[in-house]
Structure formats: C-alpha cells, structure tokens
C-alpha cells in the first residue's frame, strides 16, 4: 500500500492531533468506489489483510475506536482537531512524489480533500532519479508518498529506527521493545509468540497515525489457458529475481491450437 509518510520529528506533525486530522479528512470509502472501481483496500496499513498474516493482523472494525476513526471520514473532527493542535486555520506543507505517475492523480484527490480543513498541500514531483534519491537519503522535509514495507510484519521495519522504509523517522519506546521481544522470538524460531507480539502493538501503532494510508488497489495477473502449472507468480522464492517461474511452466499446444488455430 502507498502511504504518505509524514515526518513526525518535525512541526506540525509531530502532534498526533495534526496526523489524525489528516487522517481523517480523507474519504477512502469514495476514493476506493470512484477511482478505483471498487478494486482496492481501505485497511491495509504494514500488515496485509492475506491469509498468511492471519495471526499478525487486526481487522479495523477489531481495532479501538481512536484507531478506527482514522479509516474514516470526519471532515468535523479533522478541524476541531487542528483546531486544539493550534492550526485553526491550517497550515501549508508538500508531498514529495514520482512525476508521471498515478501517484501525482491520487495526491491531487488528497489535495482537494484537505483543502477543506484548510490544509494547503503542494505536489512536488520529481523525476524518478531525484525522487529515489530523495527517499533513500530521508532528504524530504515534511511529507513523501511512497509505499509501506509489508512483508515480515515482526521486523516493524517502516516503525522503527535505522531501517530504510522508516520515512516518518519514528523512534518510540513501545515499538522498540515490541520489536526487540519479536526479534529475540525469530532468533528462537517461535511463529507463535512474534504474532502475539505483533498482534497486541498494532492497535496502539494504528493509533499512532505515523502515515496516512491511502487505498491500496487490487493488482491482477492474467495468461492464458494453455499455459500449464502457472498460478500468477512473480517469482517462487525470496529476493530471486523475477523468471524462477519459468521452468515450471508447459503450453498447452493442443489447446493453444484449438482456441487460436496457431501453435
């Protein structure tokens, strides 16, 4: 999922009611009927909704309701919040993007829904080699969209200090620990106890409201029916490049030929 990482060691967000405002002012449930057809998640934020994070993942209407409230749109709230964050008037910021792409679309609908609390937010896009400089180096100075790390939910990667996808530059105590413990659990092999320590901190990290998810849209693969003993892989095991797949597939050339009349 793209999310939009605020800097959280700096004004304004580093107030929790500025990030949950922000949050807030959002209208996910339109963004993902309107732009995206339906085809998107609303809550799938670090940890994804699959049946491999079963026993990681909290669903949002499991989640209390400080942390709910952020998938959500209050318009309302958002402003009484900025309002007691000493932003009665909102404020100016940017998000740094990719030029030329969907991202630059999305972050104008995000654009327009915060000028309504009267945030002003200017769309910096830059070319891929500045953007990817400018991400890798932590060089934005308030905001920068980009997508949340979502693989091996126990290693807090996007939460924690001294990790590459941290772009909100968090270091909290609760996190640190969690991960600590979650770490000492993968050293001894025990799956059981890194989800419950996973599972028990998402709640208060969903609260912490470090970045504003925006929906994830759904991403599909398609082949053809003669191929054989191919099921969408990208790849079959990790960080191997993206043709492992490729011994195990056969084409069905009977097939082939009865559907196209070529071989």
């Known amino acids: 999922p793209n999310v939009i990482w605020m800097r959280v060691d700096r004004k304004p967000f580093d107030d929790i009611r500025v990030r949950r405002a922000l949050a807030m002012a959002i209208d996910r449930q339109a963004i993902k009927d309107k732009y995206y057809g339906g085809n998107a998640e609303i809550f799938c934020n670090w940890c994804l909704p699959l049946p491999e994070y079963r026993d990681f993942f909290v669903p949002l209407k499991e989640l209390p309701p400080a942390a709910r409230e952020q998938w959500e749109y209050h318009p309302d709230k958002a402003k009484q919040l900025l309002t007691e964050a000493g932003y009665p008037k909102g404020f100016k910021t940017n998000v740094i993007c990719q030029a030329g792409s969907a991202q630059v679309d999305l972050l104008s609908i995000v654009k327009d829904y915060w000028a309504k609390i009267g945030v002003d937010l200017e769309i910096d896009a830059r070319e891929y080699a500045v953007y990817a400089s400018i991400y890798a180096s932590k060089g934005h100075t308030q905001m920068l969209y980009r997508f949340n790390t979502s693989f091996q939910p126990w290693k ?18 609760r996190v640190n620990e969690a991960y600590a413990k979650a770490s000492a ?8 106890e890194q989800a419950r320590i996973v599972k028990e901190i998402f709640p208060y990290i969903m609260e912490q409201a470090w970045c504003v998810q925006s929906p994830a849209p759904y991403v599909y693969n398609v082949w053809w029916p003669w191929v054989k003993n191919y099921h969408g892989e990208l790849n079959v095991n ?15 050339q009977d097939l082939k030929e009865a559907m196209t009349g070529r071989r």
């Open 156 to 173: 807090f990667a996007p939460y924690r200090p001294g990790t590459g996808t941290n772009l909100c530059m968090v270091d909290d105590p």
């Open 238 to 252: 990790y960080d191997s490049g993206f043709v492992t797949w490729l011994p195990y597939v056969w084409l069905d």
């Open 185 to 192: 659990a993968d050293s001894r092999g025990d799956y059981a």
